[in-house]
């Protein structure tokens, strides 16, 4: 059994920039592809980014590639989220998952283990 644990959210002006983490337990953090999804208020979860097992692979919704930045340290169990020129439609709760599966890493569904989120606030 995989916990996560989300930190690093807060408020900042538009085009500032904030760093998320997630650090794991309970399980061999390796074994896990990692994403990031976020929900904004009355709206679904939706993909943010996703970081495959090895490093060598990583995926990021069109909103935000360009301006975000996902990776890993396996030696920490822990995956990080990197946001630059964030904007007011950034606002949301952010979630990091854990995966085993290896493909379709957008999906939600495929994330076995869920941590309980970090606010993200962006002002305009």
């Known amino acids: 059994q995989v916990q996560l644990v989300e930190s690093g959210g807060g408020l900042v002006q538009a085009g500032g920039s904030l760093r998320l983490s997630c650090a794991a337990s309970?399980?061999?953090?390796?074994?896990?592809?990692m994403g990031w999804f976020r929900q904004a208020p009355g709206k679904e979860r939706t993909f943010v980014a996703a970081?495959?097992?090895?490093?060598?692979?990583?995926y990021y919704a069109d909103s935000v590639k360009g301006r975000f930045t996902i990776s890993r340290d396996n030696a920490k169990n822990t995956v990080y989220l990197q946001m630059n020129s964030l904007k007011p439609e950034d606002t949301a709760v952010y979630y990091c998952?854990?995966?085993?599966?290896?493909?379709?890493?957008?999906?939600?569904?495929?994330?076995?283990?869920w941590g309980q989120g970090t606010q993200v606030t962006v002002s305009s």
């Open positions: 309970g399980g061999t953090f390796s074994n896990y592809a």
């Open positions: 998952a854990a995966a085993t599966s290896t493909w379709g890493l957008a999906l939600s569904t495929q994330y076995g283990y």
């Open positions: 970081i495959n097992r090895n490093y060598d692979n990583t």
